[in-house]
């Protein structure tokens, strides 16, 4: 497995939850890394993104200012913490990795992205 998503649970409006994804090595060194979600009936969307250098993350104006992604070399991590949580996050939450150059920037394109998780649920009741 190249990318494992996991972290995911039900949780009432207004909780957090932080969703973390293993990489393998050889991935999480050459990839920016990115969380999408798809909530049912729905096309799969960017959430956020971090560059491979770590320098620069980038969100989708619907969780700004509540989520944060960060990533972690020495464990070839990358979370997505998730405060202030809505019922309209609740959503198939998936990682995934973009090959880029170190200080290249962010895509926020499912098509551009190589490699992807497994996907873990969030539920946010109302």
């Known amino acids: 497995v190249q990318l494992q998503a996991y972290g995911g649970g039900l949780v009432q409006a207004g909780g957090s939850l932080r969703l973390s994804c293993a990489a393998s090595?050889?991935?999480?060194?050459?990839?920016?890394m990115g969380w999408f979600r798809q909530a049912p009936g729905k096309e799969r969307e960017f959430v956020a993104g971090?560059?491979?250098?770590?320098?620069?993350?980038y969100y989708a104006d619907s969780v700004k200012g509540r989520f944060t992604i960060s990533r972690d070399k020495a464990k070839n991590t990358v979370a997505l913490q998730m405060n202030s949580l809505k019922p309209e996050d609740t959503a198939v939450y998936y990682c995934?990795?973009?090959?880029?150059?170190?200080?290249?920037?962010?895509?926020?394109?499912?098509?551009?992205?190589?490699?992807w998780g497994q996907g873990t649920h969030v539920t946010v009741s109302s």
């Open positions: 971090i560059m491979r250098s770590g320098g620069s993350s």
């Open positions: 995934a990795g973009q090959r880029r150059s170190y200080f290249a920037g962010i895509s926020t394109v499912v098509d551009e992205y190589d490699y």
């Open positions: 090595g050889r991935i999480f060194s050459s990839h920016a």
